[in-house]
């Protein structure tokens, strides 16, 4: 899928219509002392009789997203284009 490189939308920080730029998303790298990741490695290491806790879900597609930064405050909003899917999104020049 194809997604404009500059795009009108607007911008709740100017509270109105203003040109942004696009770009795709990619996530940061992962904090390893998160509460959350710490309680995840807690769960799958398991204790004595319990059950080991699951591995990571496997999804079937991944929700893709582009990063659009206003042209007047240099603000970024984050948006999310579709639901799960295989397909790659691209940004078309
Ligand atoms: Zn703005």
Sequence with gaps: MKYPA???TYCP???KQTSHKARLYSKG???SMAWGQLKH???LKGYKGKVAGEKTV???GKRNKVVLECAVC???IERTIGTRTRKKLEIKA
């Design 6 to 8: 500059k795009i009108n």
């Design 13 to 15: 920080f100017c509270r």
């Design 29 to 31: 790298k992962a904090r």
């Design 41 to 43: 490695e807690r769960k």
């Design 58 to 60: 496997k999804k079937q």
């Design 74 to 76: 240099k603000k970024k």
